[in-house]
Every structure is written in C-alpha cells, then in structure tokens.
C-alpha cells in the first residue's frame, strides 16, 4: 500500500470500532490524510465508500459474538445444548465479576450511596435497563433516585448534581460518550461518582470515583450481547440489598407505607372485577421481610 493508504489500514486494524463511530473528517484528521484518500482507501477494498466499509467491519466485528453456536447444532438436541451454553457463559462471567471485585470498592459505594442526599443514574442503549432497574428498585426502599431517558435531559440533570450527591454511570464498553460525559459534568460540579462498566481502563471506569467491574472485563461493542446483563443486574443487587440492610428501619417502614396499597392492586389483576374479595382471606405480606416483596413486584 501506499504511505495514506497505510495509515488508513493501521489505524482501521488497530482500533476498528472507533473506525466505525467516527465520521469521514475525524477519521482524515487522525490518520493525517485527506478525506478522498479514505474514500479511495474504500475502492481499493471493492467497496463503494465509506458507509459500505463500516457495514462489512461490523459484520466481521458481530461475527464472534457467540462462537459456541454452530449450525450443527440441529435437532431435539439443540435447545438443551444450546440452553446449556448459555447457562454456561452467565456462571462464567459471575464468577469472573466474583473475582474482578473488592469488598472495599463494594463497601465504599454503599457508603456513599448511604449518605447520599440524592442518587441520579445515567446510562443509555442496552445498559439503560439495568440503571432503570436499579433505580426503580432504590425508590421502592425510599431512596432519593431519579433518572431520565433522554440523554439530553440526563445531561441537564448532571448539571444540577451537587456535593453530596452521587452520580452513577451504568455502560458494558465504558466509552459510551454520553454516559461518560454525564458523569465527568457531575464530578465536576462536585458529586461523588460511581460506575458499573465490563470494561477496565475504560474512559467511564477512569474518570469515576468508585468502580465495580461487570465481567468481561475488556468487550467489543459489537460482542455486547456476550456481556451477559446478568453480571450488571447482580452487581446492583448486591448494592441494593447491603444498603438495604444499612436501612432496615426505613426500609421497612416504607414497605408498612406502600404495602397494603400496592397488595390490593396485584389482587384487583388476580381477581375479576366482578368477583368480591374476602379482605379476611385475602394473603398479607410480611412487613418484616425485606426481600420479600421486592423479589416480587
């Protein structure tokens, strides 16, 4: 190749996901060439420009995501082996999350969490479910969480964090520029920071004050589905339920609060409206399980 079209090829081997996300002019500037070497960098490969080059690198990017599933893998077998497999990767990747996490980092964000005079999570893509989760699960205890959809709200929201409140960034690849830079706008105005991310010495993982790690610890974007939510979703149970134990009297004070209200709408869709409900039969739950209800609703 010549020495643009070299360059190009480097910086497209080395690093092929930011080839994917950047446009035409940031690629140029980072590779020191023009705008029509790329172009033709594209040609040389057989492909019409730029846009067709980033579909064909996501495919090869996308083709290892799940490199146990065969089409051998036919028949009445597959599902049980196929069910196996998948069961498999989630064992794995909680034992590496098991490995990849301290007590102290895992202490050190319920204590914040703890003190925290508000609790405002930011996250979008496929991550967001499970900030969505944790979050809905913090307000059902009676802990000032909130959270926005749009990214453009969160990043308003970030604006406003002060000290003593606590900022957490939920993304598997840790680069998430959104995300990141809610975060950074929230360190900034003086909030504590803390991240859930797969991915170790990721721009989220640095800029943040405590990190707990969701294994892998290093993932590909487009390998996502691989990084299994499982190990996210039970890194935030572990948050949830050690704080919970830290607010026990709150805790379950809330629950006294919420419960019998909450109990007759899961009865009104268990029962037809047409139907009258023994109140004196009706089941109760008990107050005095913490868990109890929140593994339920």
Do not use: W
């Not at 920071?193 to 990721?202: D, E, K, P, Q």
């Not at 109990?263 to 868990?291: C, E, F, H, I, M």
């Amino acid at each position: 190749m010549k020495h643009a079209q070299r360059r190009i090829a480097e910086a497209l081997v080395g690093d092929p996901e930011q080839f994917i996300t950047r446009p035409i002019s940031e690629l140029a500037k980072h590779c020191g060439v023009s705008t029509g070497s790329i172009v033709l960098f594209c040609r040389l490969l057989g492909l019409k420009g730029l846009p067709a080059l980033k579909i064909s690198l996501a495919r090869e990017l996308a083709a290892p995501v799940l490199p146990m599933f065969s089409n051998k893998i036919e028949g009445q077998g597959g599902a049980p082996l196929i069910l196996q497999r998948v069961f498999k990767e989630h064992v794995d990747s909680l034992q590496k999350t098991l490995k990849l996490n301290t007590g102290t980092a895992l202490n050190a964000a319920v204590a914040a969490l703890f003190k925290a005079k508000r609790i405002v999570l930011f996250s979008i893509g496929l991550s967001y479910p499970v900030a969505y989760s944790l979050y809905a699960r913090l307000r059902f205890i009676g802990v000032p969480a909130h959270i926005e959809y749009d990214s453009h709200l969160q990043l308003a929201a970030a604006a406003e964090m002060g000290k003593g409140d606590v900022a957490i960034g939920i993304s598997v690849s840790g680069a998430t520029s959104e995300t990141v830079e809610c975060v950074r706008v929230s360190k900034t105005h003086g909030a504590k920071t803390l991240c859930i991310t797969n991915s170790i010495n990721s721009p989220l993982a640095q800029i943040a004050d405590i990190r707990l790690y969701a294994a892998p610890s290093e993932v590909q974007y487009f390998q996502a589905p691989l990084a299994s939510r499982v190990t996210q979703l039970a890194l935030a149970d572990c948050l949830l339920v050690t704080l919970a134990q830290r607010l026990k009297r709150k805790v379950l004070a809330h629950f006294e609060r919420a419960e019998e209200h909450l109990l007759k709408r899961r009865l009104t869709r268990v029962y037809p409206a047409t139907q009258k409900l023994d109140r004196r039969r009706a089941p109760r739950a008990n107050p005095g399980t913490t868990s109890s209800y929140l593994r339920n609703v």
